[in-house]
């Protein structure tokens, strides 16, 4: 099969490589489309230790099942792999599982290709008349959802506003969920004023520059990570109020944790989702009650690599670039 390897900092190559073998309880998936996430990026730019080349990165994927008894299924998939045995996993924290897997991190390749080996319990099937461009979203999305039910838990008061730091597929997921799940009031912070602009115009969604200034939020949601938002996310929760934490961009730096302890603001940092995280928000993508998630920028697997320079340079207005193999199954 065709696929994108990352081979070194800022270098991938469209090249052959074995199909994969499913084990025993898994089924292979002809790729539709697969997204490229931050995580990726970090992967891509040499940032992630837990990403060596070489590799097939790609984890938001949504295809149809090839082979078996679930010939022709359409799917989408939750590439977190965990053992289903251990104390997190039998609690319903599975995404804490102690032996998870992911693919596109060894010892599992990814989804920048034109198949993927997955477990059964790993693939939630889609309704006729939902198109897989849709359903790949269920993993970004998925990320904010569970963040925003962790950090709607851990909160008392009023739940009126929200702020999200980062405009990304993060951020507009956490957005998308923030809404979903009750809080009506929520606005984006993204400084790169093309994506500002194609969130405004073509998403709906309120955007500004910077913080609000001498404006506090029930709940603020980190969806980059870096020093700089998580003291822009300490200056803009109120006191009693939350922050959820998903941006992996930087480890260090940041929380003003003196005013954190003062004002007990509850400081959440939140790693993926739930297996029932995920079916939730699939349900939501399915429901239409996340809106009609037409904000995608489609491009062909095999100019994967220009879509990567793109976004290291800042060219792209979209929200998420999902890739699309030569041998999809079905127009997405």
């Not at 923030?178 to 994506?195: H, S």
């Not at 739930?274 to 697997?301: C, H, K, M, N, Y």
């Amino acid at each position: 099969m065709k696929a994108l390897v990352y081979i070194g900092p800022e270098e991938l190559d469209y090249l052959d490589v074995p199909d994969p073998t499913p084990a025993l309880g898994e089924q292979l998936v002809r790729i539709a489309v697969v997204g490229v996430c931050g995580s990726d990026m970090h992967a891509y730019l040499g940032h992630d230790n837990r990403r060596p080349a070489p590799l097939i990165l790609g984890h938001e994927v949504a295809g149809v099942i090839e082979g078996g008894a679930r010939d022709g299924e359409r799917v989408t998939v939750n590439p977190l792999v965990t053992c289903g045995t251990c104390p997190a996993c039998l609690d319903g924290r599975d995404n804490l599982c102690p032996d998870r897997q992911i693919i596109s991190m060894p010892p599992r390749e990814g989804g920048f290709a034109e198949l993927v080996a997955m477990p059964d319990r790993n693939l939630v099937s889609v309704p006729d008349g939902i198109a897989l461009s849709k359903a790949a979203l269920a993993e970004p999305i998925a990320c904010g959802w569970h963040t925003v039910q962790l950090s709607l838990s851990a909160l008392y008061g009023t739940r009126d506003r929200a702020l999200v730091l980062g405009g990304g597929a993060i951020g507009l997921g956490a957005v998308l969920s923030l809404k979903a799940q009750g809080i009506a009031d929520v606005t984006i912070v993204e400084p790169n004023p093309t994506r500002r602009d194609h969130l405004i115009e073509h998403c709906g969604q309120t955007v500004v520059a910077a913080p609000p200034p001498d404006t506090l939020f029930d709940v603020v949601i980190d969806g980059v990570g870096f020093a700089a938002t998580r003291a822009a996310a300490s200056a803009s929760a109120r006191p009693g109020g939350v922050i959820g934490h998903i941006g992996l961009g930087e480890d260090t730096g940041g929380l003003d944790i003196r005013r954190l302890t003062l004002q007990e603001i509850t400081f959440i940092g939140t790693y993926t989702y739930t297996a029932e995280d995920f079916s939730q928000t699939a349900q939501a993508i399915f429901d239409g009650r996340l809106g009609p998630l037409d904000w995608p920028e489609v491009r062909p697997l095999s100019e994967g690599a220009e879509a990567f320079r793109d976004i290291r340079n800042g060219n792209v207005a979209a929200p998420k670039i999902l890739l699309q193999p030569e041998t999809t199954p079905e127009r997405i």
